[in-house]
């Protein structure tokens, strides 16, 4: 079937739009709309290209987020050479540079040169053809590298598609990939919260992104790409300057160095390299120098290359941010989630102009692969505004038997057990609901729409509210007065009114909300409801042990072991006592209910559009309780669409496939038949 014009049009100013936005945010740095409204537009183009899938295109801004695992990458030869360039440490060897290329290239006067900084990343090169990215690789041994066009294809930085009128027939880009440092902070402190691998640097954390085999992955990792210089062009006639041929790709859409300078002699390269230095803890990611070429294009041609390195460009680098000094003990901080982080503390030394007396030690893997001990000399080491790091012991300097760091048995905030599962490298407290290192999140979550939904509760509030010591558990939101809710900052009486209100209503709950609400790790709404379906009530499941809770479908022995710890934490049980005190309830699940829940067992139903007289979290609850599977999209193995009012997409996608579509009457007949069944 033919889409519309009036969809194909929308389609491709949608297109057209995104890609400006990302033009103007990546390369241009001045964004025009809200992060907001360009998800908006987003997701109003991945609608329709849903809707009309013979319309997506492999340069639409949506095409991003990766593939299928690839089960290795291909090799691929590089049309022109990717070298690597000479070093110079010092002024003196910077100024014999110069000397040379004036030498070699008969130059009485100073030479211009074209500098930026460094990038601490992954060498690739982008292929464009006809405007399209076709192909990406990794530098390799400079004549052949790996195709990574997938997982490049995922970094928002690189354009899918080049801009403008003067667009090459085939350009061959060349850059770096590379991960500022907020973004490196965050992952590797996902990755620990999730008991995975942390990276040393985001110099590693990059090139394992790139080179992961299934770019759904590298899709989720906060990459980017700056270009440094283009190797192969056909069809355009390029500048004689490298400075304005990197202007020229910036007109193009491709990222360049917001740095980049040209530069009339060596002596403004020095100045340059100063002020990179001086100006290093600034920037938002990692540069371990400084890169100079001659601007002038046919200077360039004429020094020519030496085997490994072109003559005509060297990179100035930066002394090593890393230090010696005495591991005097080791702390353990708590997270947000709960997760214990070791603590290096330091005598205080100075690294790259900061004194520093603490730095991470990541995790007890990570102590132990080291083999770190407590008043070892260490080396540790700082790179920009990232938390110092100790990098490794210093051995031979080791005297005696010094102590190996423990991990605590109990948490030092709270005083709870902690525990590692199997498998993973994560120590965490369990005393999720009172523990103060993680009680805002704790309320946060409770807060949650797909928990309790608070409506109103949003985590600024969350904040004032604990930082003013009114809460110091979920339960005591019940206990807030308007007088204290209104006293907040930005807290009209009228909104403080409708929060209490939006309590007062979350008092009437289901069983499944509530302990999906508690924050109980790895307990998600599917285990949630079928704890609740097997169980009935809160006591006994607060009672049940470890064999009984794996009788639960989708329990196994990882989240059985969590739910009993939890509620093994006498505190964890006074919290959910008080909140039933307070008045917290849910209708009852009797013996006869929890048999009835396997009617539909082996049924996978999807819910789309509008339902009288329930939501459709309820609709999926009463499926639930019946055994069925509740599916967010309607696939060959969906038993029936069960559509309510304006059911969009969904329906025109099950009539499709052939899939049983049941009105709301239908569906009240599904429920009654499979309560009878049983009777």
Same mark, same amino acid.
């Given at each position: ?21 990302? *033009? ?54 590089? $049309? ?21 290329? =004036? ?59 080049? %801009? ?12 770096? &990939? ?10 590797? =402190? ?65 990222? %360049? ?59 100035? #680098? ?32 100075? @690294? ?19 083999? %770190? ?32 760091? #423990? ?38 979550? *409770? ?23 009114? %809460? ?5 939101? *019940? ?5 204290? &809710? ?51 009530? @809160? $006591? ?93 999209? &309607? ?45």
């Amino acid at each position: 079937m033919t889409a519309p014009e009036s969809i194909v049009d929308e389609i491709a100013r949608l297109r057209q739009e995104l890609n400006e936005h990302n *033009y103007r945010y990546h390369v241009l740095d001045t964004p025009q709309i809200s992060d907001q409204a360009y998800d908006r537009l987003f997701r109003r183009l991945l609608q329709l290209e849903r809707e009309n899938p013979e319309l997506t295109s492999a340069d639409s801004p949506t095409q991003r987020v990766g593939s299928e695992p690839a089960s290795h990458f291909d090799s691929v030869a590089h $049309e022109m050479a990717m070298l690597s360039l000479d070093n110079a440490f010092d002024d003196e060897e910077m100024l014999g540079f110069d000397r040379r290329l =004036r030498d070699r290239l008969e130059q009485e006067t100073g030479l211009g040169y074209c500098a930026e900084p460094k990038l601490d990343g992954l060498a690739v090169s982008l292929l464009y053809e006809a405007g399209e990215l076709v192909r990406a690789a990794t530098r390799g041994d400079g004549r052949r590298g790996e195709d990574i066009t997938a997982n490049v294809r995922t970094i928002k930085s690189v354009p899918l598609s080049l %801009i403008g009128d003067s667009r090459p027939r085939r350009i061959e880009v060349r850059g770096e &990939v590379y991960m500022e440092i907020a973004g490196f902070d965050a992952l590797n =402190r996902n990755q620990r919260e999730a008991g995975d691998k942390v990276f040393a640097n985001p110099r590693n954390a990059a090139a394992g992104s790139l080179r992961l085999l299934d770019s759904r992955i590298t899709a989720s990792r906060p990459l980017k790409f700056c270009s440094y210089g283009i190797g192969l062009n056909e069809g355009v006639e390029l500048p004689a300057s490298q400075y304005r041929q990197m202007q020229y790709l910036r007109e193009i859409g491709i990222p %360049i160095s917001r740095q980049i300078e040209r530069l009339d002699s060596v002596d403004d390269c020095l100045d340059y390299y100063r002020r990179i230095l001086a100006a290093r803890e600034q920037l938002a990611f990692d540069i371990d120098g400084v890169v100079f070429k001659l601007d002038d294009i046919d200077l360039q041609r004429e020094a020519g290359f030496v085997s490994r390195a072109p003559r005509w460009a060297i990179a100035y #680098k930066f002394p090593a941010q890393e230090v010696m000094t005495r591991l005097l003990d080791v702390d353990f901080q708590v997270g947000r989630t709960g997760a214990l982080t070791p603590v290096a503390r330091l005598e205080p030394v100075a @690294v790259g102009g900061v004194m520093v007396s603490n730095a991470t030690l990541h995790n007890m893997d990570e102590i132990e692969r080291k083999d %770190i001990r407590i008043g070892d000399i260490v080396i540790v080491r700082r790179a920009g505004d990232v938390i110092p790091e100790v990098v490794a012991p210093v051995v031979q300097q080791r005297e005696g038997r010094p102590a190996r760091p #423990k991990m605590p048995a109990s948490c030092p905030v709270c005083g709870s057990e902690v525990m590692q599962q199997s498998g993973q490298a994560a120590y965490r407290c369990v005393g999720g609901l009172f523990c103060a290192a993680q009680r805002k999140e704790a309320i946060k979550h *409770y807060a949650s729409r797909k928990a309790m939904d608070i409506e109103g509760l949003g985590d600024k509030l969350v904040e004032q509210l604990v930082e003013k010591g009114l %809460i110091d558990s979920i339960a005591d939101l *019940y206990d807030l007065s308007l007088e204290q &809710v209104s006293g907040l900052g930005r807290m009209a009486e009228k909104s403080a009114r409708n929060l209490l209100d939006a309590l007062a209503k979350t008092r009437s709950t289901t069983l499944a909300r509530f302990v999906y609400a508690l924050g109980i790790r790895e307990v998600g709404e599917a285990t949630a409801e079928a704890l609740a379906g097997y169980f009935g009530d @809160v $006591e006994a499941l607060m009672d049940a042990d470890v064999e009984t809770l794996q009788q639960v479908e989708d329990v196994g022995p990882v989240v059985a072991e969590n739910l009993r710890h939890f509620f093994d934490q006498q505190k964890n049980r006074d919290i959910v006592e008080k909140l039933v005190e307070r008045g917290v309830n849910w209708p009852q699940v009797d013996a006869a209910q929890k048999q009835q829940a396997q009617t539909l067992s082996g049924n996978t139903y999807v819910i789309s559009g509008r339902l009288d007289g329930m939501s459709r979290d309820q609709a999926a609850g009463l499926l639930k309780a019946r055994g069925a599977r509740v599916s967010g999209s &309607v696939s060959v193995k969906t038993t029936a669409l069960i559509g309510g009012e304006n059911p969009g997409s969904k329906f025109a996608k099950a009539e499709e496939l052939g899939v049983d579509i049941i009105d709301q009457a239908g569906f009240n007949r599904l429920l009654d038949d499979s309560t009878s069944s049983e009777s």
